[in-house]
């Protein structure tokens, strides 16, 4: 007998295939792996409809050979009707939301992309384990810079709709905001419960941030761009450029406007 064989091995594992890693936080996992999961990966069984939605929303299982994760599907054809967003586009403009989000380099809103579904093309965005909880409302001092980030992005983005319970915070202690499908119009439409700052000076690293991404949205042929030109309309980033121009010229926070400045309902 050759010394050198190997023992036989009753261990079955080596042939079995690796289970997929489930990702519990966005720290687990490089973003484009993450982006390439959702891009990619297999949808599974829906795991139930999110009912205080007011679109058709859905928890779900994506999943790969390496990853799984549970992400939140928006189909188009789930979108309620308004009268003043045009029809079928929400779900584009979740992710033109993160676009932005990842330009400013503030990482506010999860990994999130567009693709055909079990209920046709919709968004699909990486689900934050969070303590259902904590909201807008119990968030102490100490969250005050991730919530000025939160309050400049809502502007620039022209959010509709930043409820207390779209302010997700994961256990390391960041805050990631959700529901970005009433951004983006042509006329001002700002309404929010984080007005905590209104007038006060924005910290400059905050009008750094906001002056270079409108330099990176100067330049047409730019990667941004032609990513934000194919969701949204070039009216919509025209005014895009329009508020950047206004709030890094001002130095401040916005200000509560003339129409209504608070979602309904606030949480």
């Keep these: 007998m050759n010394d050198n064989t190997p023992p036989h091995s009753n261990d079955e594992s080596a042939s079995q295939p690796q289970k997929p890693v489930t990702i519990t936080s966005p720290d687990d996992t490089p973003l484009p792996r993450i982006l390439k999961l959702l891009e990619t990966g297999s949808i599974g069984d829906e795991r139930g409809r999110l009912r205080w939605s007011s679109n058709y929303t859905f928890l779900v299982s994506v999943c790969d050979d390496e990853y799984k994760t549970l992400a939140i599907y928006k189909p188009q054809r789930g979108e309620r009707p308004l009268w003043d967003f045009p029809d079928g586009t929400l779900c584009y403009r979740e992710q033109a939301a993160f676009e932005v989000s990842e330009t400013l380099g503030w990482c506010i809103v999860p990994a999130t992309i567009l693709r055909e579904g079990p209920r046709g093309l919709g968004s699909i965005q990486l689900y934050i384990q969070h303590n259902p909880d904590v909201t807008y409302f119990n968030l102490g001092d100490s969250f005050i810079p991730q919530l000025q980030r939160i309050a400049a992005f809502d502007y620039v983005t022209n959010n509709a709709d930043r409820k207390g319970g779209h302010c997700l915070l994961e256990k390391s202690g960041k805050l990631w905001g959700i529901d970005h499908g009433l951004c983006f119009h042509i006329a001002p439409k700002l309404r929010t419960v984080i007005w905590d700052f209104a007038g006060k000076p924005l910290p400059e690293s905050i009008r750094l941030d906001v002056e270079r991404l409108g330099q990176i949205l100067d ?24 508020r950047i121009t206004r709030l890094v010229g001002s130095g401040t926070f916005p200000d509560p406007g003339h129409g209504p400045s608070y979602p309904w309902p606030p949480v």
């Design 219 to 242: 330049e047409d042929s730019s990667e941004f761009c032609l990513k934000l030109s194919q969701l949204i309309s070039q009216r919509e980033i025209d005014a895009v450029r329009k």
